[in-house]
Nanobody
Framework: QVQLVESGGGLVQAGGSLRLSCAAS???????????MGWYRQAPGKQRELVAS???????NYADSVKGRFTISRDNAKTTIYLQMNSLKPEDTGVYYC????????WGQGTQVTVSS
């Protein structure tokens, strides 16, 4: 298994920016088989939804609602991913979860992002 530790959430005004980080650690074997990492978010009363993901080959995928505002990236070791969030809107508020998929699915504990209007 792999552990995912998120950081970087917080409170920001609409139009502001935040940067989230997610570091994977644990089984070297599991980490080697990670084929996708990404960010999901869950707003109160809503289902968890994909925000952005990056595949092993570097291909990225974004929710339509964040295209042009959010950018997902990763370090060279492919064990840490980042989510740069610009032009934040109140509807971006929620708990953001890091996800890693490979031999199985691993989730981080979540980090709160609150955007005030």
């Amino acid at each position: 298994q792999v552990q995912l530790v998120e950081s970087g959430g917080g409170l920001v005004q609409a139009g502001g920016s935040l940067r989230l980080s997610c570091a994977a650690s644990g089984s070297i074997w599991w980490i080697r088989w990670i084929n996708t990492m990404g960010w999901y978010r869950q707003a109160p009363g809503k289902q968890r939804e994909l925000v952005a993901s990056v595949a092993k080959d570097g291909n990225t995928n974004y929710a339509d609602s964040v295209k042009g505002r959010f950018t997902i990236s990763r370090d060279n070791a492919k064990t840490t991913i980042y989510l740069q969030m610009n032009s934040l809107k109140p509807e971006d508020t929620g708990v953001y979860y890091c996800h890693a998929g490979g031999l199985g699915d691993s989730w981080g504990q979540g980090t709160q992002v609150t955007v005030s209007s």
